[in-house]
């Protein structure tokens, strides 16, 4: 009996361990699904609801010049008895008698940062607008001065005066958002009104082609008419504005693109005070530093920062800066790269004395200068970083925008590593390039019957089409890899 007692003692003492256990357990699981449910959110209905009065539909207006001497294209040659009366009919069909003006208008997004009427949106929003009208999530509509603009950063500040104070919203830091985390994106989508979209973020600082450039990307649903809304964070903080999507055709993949609020703080920071940027000049001509130059070079031990290949008259000439120096300091930041310091250095308040440190002849040297004001009229003559290859030309004449083939673009739109040509980023919907059905997305691979790899190949044909006198060009489109030719009109 004592033995079965002991055996008895001895089972309920492991019951009981058995069920503190099981109490942990289910203790640490419930806390498990606590902390998820905190990290995703069962609705954004409230988030919506609170930062919706701040966020605005922008429309713009354009007066487009008529031409009295332009004949109706493509319907009967010129000089035909009948062509009176097709430039008579068309006119009639384009609203402008005897080619008069006509009026063109577009939609974007944005979102009022300060009580009193300063709303911030993208630059090619309303670029060129004569008339730019804001409506409020409440339905009032209120007319809209500009203030000032960024095109290296698209970014523009624009000023509406309010009988009543205006709902705002604040920059958060987007230094501090992570991939993963939760963002919301709200806006104006092909022109259907208000519209809130969810996803996280995809990456970090992602480039396109300015040497401003540090986007985040997202998954959020970002489409036309986005362009200039928010990107917020779950504490209701704008971490972005939303800018450029990458697409096929046209509409959102889940691949958007938000210029991060640490950059667009600071460019509607100037904007407000001064009405233009003013960003540091260092003077130099620079190139990254890759292995074999951090090889050649000796005092550096890895292949990081920016290699002096030219001092023209300026604030680092002044300094004594020298071609071969390489900068790896500036004012108290270890230098990566090129960009880095073009960003660095234009962050930089103008006429700050800083200390700029170089590796020359192996060893280092501190240099002190006194940044000068950025002047991008001057930038063929002199800059801290070329303007990059991979910047978006717009090519007014076909109503498109393109772009060289980067390694962020060939991801984005899935292509073969061996496609070579120029991305069409942009379209003017009331082009001929429009109507004849090219999209963003569409890869230009010959233009002119000649094979196509960059953006200057694609300019010299555009110049020779034009200097051999012949009106149209001949170009080789690639959609998803499937070819057709489409030939636009390069001169009337």
Not at 287 to 299: K, L, Y
């Amino acid at each position: 009996m004592k033995s079965v007692a002991i055996s008895v003692s001895k089972s309920l003492t492991h019951l009981r361990v058995v069920g503190v256990l099981t109490a942990v357990t289910v203790l640490l699981m419930l806390q498990a699904i606590q902390v998820s449910a905190q990290m995703m959110p069962n609705t954004f209905a409230d988030l919506a609801e609170d930062i919706s009065p701040s966020v605005v539909n922008i429309t713009t207006t354009t007066v487009i010049a008529g031409r009295a001497d332009q004949a109706p294209r493509g319907i009967v040659p010129k000089g035909s008895p009948f062509e009176d009366f097709f430039k008579e009919f068309e006119d009639r069909r384009r609203g402008g008698g005897n080619g008069g003006p006509s009026r063109s208008s577009a939609l974007g997004s944005g979102f009022v940062i300060s009580a009193d009427g300063f709303i911030v949106t993208n630059n090619h929003v309303i670029e060129g607008a004569d008339e730019i009208e804001i409506e409020f999530f409440s339905g009032k509509t209120l007319a809209a001065k500009v203030i000032g603009t960024d095109k290296n950063t698209d970014i523009a500040v624009l000023k509406v005066e309010s009988d009543t104070p205006l709902p705002f919203v604040n920059f958060g830091d987007s230094d501090t958002a992570r991939v993963g985390d939760w963002v919301v994106a709200m806006g104006n989508p092909l022109g259907q009104g208000f519209s809130v979209s969810a996803g996280i973020v995809s990456a970090r600082n992602r480039a396109l082609a300015g040497i401003y450039d540090d986007y985040i990307q997202t998954d959020a649903a970002i489409n036309r008419g986005n362009s200039g809304g928010p990107l917020f964070n779950l504490d209701g903080e704008v971490v972005g504005v939303n800018t450029a999507i990458l697409s096929p055709n046209g509409g959102s993949i889940g691949i958007g693109f938000s210029m991060a609020s640490n950059v667009v703080s600071r460019v509607v920071d100037q904007l407000t005070k001064f009405g233009e940027i003013r960003r540091g000049w260092l003077g130099v001509r620079i190139q990254d530093v890759d292995a074999d130059i951090a090889e050649s070079i000796e005092g550096l031990d890895r292949a990081a920062g920016a290699v002096v290949t030219g001092v023209p008259d300026g604030p680092a000439n002044d300094a004594g800066m020298l071609q071969g120096d390489v900068i790896v300091i500036f004012d108290g930041y270890e230098v990566e790269d090129v960009r880095d310091l073009v960003q660095t250095v234009g962050n930089t308040e103008v006429g700050k004395a800083v200390d700029v440190i170089v590796v020359r002849d192996g060893k280092r040297e501190t240099l002190s200068v006194t940044l000068g004001l950025r002047d991008d009229a001057t930038l063929a003559r002199s800059d801290d970083a070329p303007i990059s290859e991979d910047t978006p030309k717009e090519f007014e004449n076909l109503g498109i925008t393109l772009s060289n083939i980067t390694d962020e673009i060939r991801e984005g739109l899935e292509l073969l590593d061996d496609t070579v040509g120029v991305v069409v980023v942009d379209v003017l919907e009331t082009s001929e390039a429009f109507k004849k059905g090219m999209k963003s997305g569409d890869v230009i691979t010959e233009a002119g019957q000649e094979k196509i790899a960059s953006l200057s190949d694609f300019e010299a044909q555009v110049e020779a089409t034009i200097e051999g006198g012949r009106k149209t060009m001949l170009l080789l489109v690639r959609r998803a890899g499937d070819p057709r030719f489409l030939a636009l009109t390069v001169q009337d």
